[in-house]
């Protein structure tokens, strides 16, 4: 059976950490490791992770010198790795049992590197409020216009993610930038259509962050594609056309 390493970045979730966790432990599919790093300056945390850690020895813990963000931490996780497959999660997400199992036999049986599932928006009380549907993604330049990849619904073969492939640095969107340059290298992301997971909407998080996400998706396209000033500012107000037409279809 394959090992498959979940990647945990935690950030200030104490309030969810272990309803996710759960999801995980209660997958179909058993032979996994979690690894969870720890990305808070203030360390009150790491009691309650240090305990979760104990409920399984499949749990590894990395703790930051100091917070680095998300994809840092992502980066970091993925060197220290065992499984030959990834699957990322955020400490607020949850699974559905067969979530594993199901998406690594598509990998398997289609030859896939990498994959994503439809998803299920959720609120703090665990109310479904939206969905996004899955899509196989095959064009770059489509993907530039609008990212319809949720982060814990993909799984990667690890041996896919090498020289410049990574998470970037930005504070958000740090995702969108690494599945651009998977499409852009030729590698196409499939999509599994069966909703196995519920992401989590929370108001003042930092990916509801207006601001943020403003910044950081110029960033994509000027710093991380290469692209001059006006095409930047052209594909961040399609992206953000984009979003706005999301939210509402799916609500």
Same mark, same amino acid.
């Given at each position: ?98 979530? &594993? =199992? !199901?998406? *690594? ?5 289609? #030859?896939?590197?990498? @994959?994503?599932?439809? $998803?299920?928006? /959720? ?68 999509? &599994? =259509? !069966?909703? *196995? ?5 929370? #108001?003042?998080?930092? @990916?509801?962050?207006? $601001?943020?996400? /403003? ?37």
């Amino acid at each position: 059976m394959d090992l498959i390493s979940i990647v945990i970045p935690y950030y200030k979730k104490s309030e969810f950490i272990g309803t996710t966790i759960q999801s995980i432990l209660k997958q179909t599919y058993k032979n996994f490791e979690i690894i969870i790093v720890y990305d808070d300056n203030d360390k009150k945390d790491l009691k309650l992770i240090y305990n979760i850690k104990k409920k399984d020895k499949r749990i590894r813990v990395i703790i930051n010198n100091k917070n680095i963000g998300a994809g840092k931490s992502r980066n970091k996780a993925i060197l220290k790795a065992r499984g030959n497959y990834l699957s990322f999660i955020d400490a607020d997400d949850i699974w559905m049992k067969n979530k &594993l =199992k !199901n998406q *690594l036999r598509f990998m398997k049986s289609k #030859k896939i590197l990498i @994959s994503h599932t439809s $998803y299920n928006i /959720i609120n703090e009380a665990n109310k479904v409020i939206g969905k996004r549907n899955s899509r196989d993604i095959k064009n770059f330049k489509k993907l530039l216009l609008s990212c319809d990849i949720g982060l814990s619904t993909v799984m990667i073969k690890k041996s896919l993610l090498k020289n410049n492939l990574k998470f970037s640095d930005t504070k958000t969107k740090e995702d969108f930038v690494l599945w651009l340059k998977i499409v852009r290298s030729g590698v196409n992301i499939y999509s &599994l =259509k !069966n909703s *196995l997971t519920s992401w989590r909407k929370l #108001k003042g998080s930092l @990916s509801s962050s207006t $601001y943020q996400k /403003i910044v950081d998706g110029f960033l994509v396209y000027k710093k991380h594609m290469g692209f001059n000033v006006i095409m930047s500012i052209f594909y961040l107000f399609m992206l953000s056309i984009n979003f706005f037409l999301k939210n509402n279809i799916s609500k």
